[in-house]
């Protein structure tokens, strides 16, 4: 199957600050999904990206397929942003490969 | 609309005993995921639902991991003989394949601790 790797694995940022999360994968993808997993456990549709750019507010994220990575982009960072950002995606057999996630604190 | 239901929210259990898990996915969605969640990492894909038939549980550990969807809706996952390594949270996904995207959109887990 395919690899997923996400950078960084942590994050500490202020309020008010910017981010990039990125994801790389090992081969290229049918579907790529990003997540943010609240501190309850819930795992949030972020986007459904497998190629281009796509904003929704202050996130947004670009899939470059060809060179096989992916970025998401914070912007203006809030306390509620806090949590896991998990980005996952297969090559047709439907199953998601996730990564290990990036841990992000926005601290007031 | 609604989203994917899951219950029981928490199971626990003791080792060697039998868990039933149940999803209830987004209504009209022909595609259904089981995946499984430990601390401190991604999910972990089990086994994968097309309508009624599983069409890919290559992801099952071993024989004590079983799934059904009956009539091609709700679905439930069997785990017999408990171990404390099954511990972790157990997630359901649903998704409508039928159009260009396969967006998968997953309930709030089971969480399952075996003493």
């Known amino acids: 199957g395919i690899q997923v790797e996400q950078s960084p694995p942590d994050l500490i940022l202020q309020e008010g600050a910017n981010s990039t999360l990125r994801c790389n994968f090992s081969d290229s993808v049918n579907n790529l999904q990003w997540f943010h997993q609240n501190p309850w456990g819930q795992l949030i549709n972020l986007f459904y990206?497998?190629?281009g750019t796509k904003q929704n507010g202050r996130l947004s994220a670009t899939t470059v397929a060809t060179e096989r990575y992916s970025l998401l982009y914070i912007s203006s960072s809030q306390t509620t942003d806090s949590g896991v950002y998990f980005c996952a995606g297969h090559t047709g057999r439907r199953a998601l490969t996730f990564g290990s996630g990036t841990r992000l604190q926005v601290q007031p | 609309g609604a989203g994917v239901s899951q219950t029981p929210s928490n199971k626990v259990t003791e080792k060697g005993k039998y868990v039933e898990l149940r999803c209830d996915p987004i209504s009209g969605h022909t595609a259904l995921y089981w995946y499984r969640q430990s601390l401190g990492q991604g999910p972990e894909f089990l086994i994968y639902f097309q309508g009624t038939g599983a069409a890919d549980d290559s992801g099952l550990p071993n024989d004590r991991f079983f799934a059904v969807r009956p009539e091609g809706s709700v679905s439930t996952l069997k785990i017999q003989r408990t171990e404390r390594g099954d511990s972790a949270v157990y997630l359901c996904?649903?998704?409508?394949?039928?159009?260009?995207?396969?967006?998968?959109?997953f309930g709030p887990g089971t969480r399952l601790t075996v003493l």
């Open positions: 990206i497998p190629s």
């Open positions: 996904a649903s998704s409508f394949t039928g159009g260009g995207s396969d967006t998968q959109y």
